[in-house]
């Protein structure tokens, strides 16, 4: 049975770098049927897509927040990662990582959610 | 990129039924047949619910439906339970250097 697990600091200051990884268990992450996603929630808000990743290190971002995130993937140990830079309270959210699939462009298994806040 | 539309909230009695409307653009729902429906319980993660317009995933009641008509997607919950109230969100591939774009939610209520 897949599963993904979000690992990482649940507080972070203004400005600095939030910094979260995704692991997958009962799949690998080379396989080519799917990308690997990153989703978040504001709190009492709806769902942002942040961006995904191919195995092979393409990366697809959000255009609202291309310019601050980086993700990427270790095929070594299975997992996948999400930086975002230069962070603000707005970025107070529950972070997700996802399977989504190459063929119908949806996200069919989920990790349970972290939340991060921002705040000093 | 801007989020599909979706109403805020939508209400029906059990054995009801209702239908979600997500609206987009020729970019995305109207220019492709990669419309997914998720459910989210509070304090939970989503939960992909069709796939593909109007496909269900094994598990997932046959109660739940969807369509698309132009820019327009619908999803439908017949014979409304109890357990069906929760958020529902739309998403659509969309063409560009972007993969994904989410609805903003609609709250079902079951009255």
């Known amino acids: 049975q897949l599963q993904l697990q979000e690992s990482g600091p649940g507080l972070v200051k203004p400005s600095e770098t939030l910094s979260l990884t995704c692991t997958v268990s009962?799949?690998?992450?080379?396989?080519?049927?799917?990308?690997w996603g990153w989703i978040r929630q504001p709190p009492g808000k709806g769902l942002e897509w942040i961006g995904s990743i191919y195995y092979s290190g393409n990366t697809y971002y959000n255009p609202s927040l291309q310019s601050r995130v980086t993700i990427s993937v270790d095929r070594s140990k299975n997992q996948f990662s999400l930086k975002l830079s230069s962070v603000t309270a707005a970025d107070t959210a529950v972070y997700y990582c996802?399977?989504?699939?190459?063929?119908?462009?949806?996200?069919?298994?989920w990790g349970q959610g972290i939340l991060v806040t921002v705040s000093s | 990129q801007s989020a599909l539309t979706q109403p805020a909230s939508v209400s029906g009695s059990p054995g009801q039924s209702i239908t979600i409307s997500c609206t987009g653009t020729?970019?995305?729902?109207?220019?492709?047949?990669?419309v997914s429906w998720y459910q989210q319980h509070p304090g939970k993660a989503p939960k992909l619910m069709i796939y593909d317009v109007n496909n269900r995933p094994s598990g997932v009641s046959n109660r739940f439906s969807g369509s698309k008509s132009g820019n327009t997607a619908s999803l439908t919950i017949s014979g409304l339970q109890a357990e069906d109230e929760a958020d529902y969100y739309c998403s659509s591939y969309t063409s560009g250097s972007t993969l994904e774009v989410f609805g903003g939610g609609t709250r079902l209520t079951v009255l």
């Open positions: 996802a399977r989504h699939t190459r063929v119908s462009y949806c996200f069919d298994y």
């Open positions: 009962g799949d690998s992450i080379s396989s080519s049927s799917y990308y």
């Open positions: 020729s970019s995305d729902v109207g220019g492709y047949n990669y």
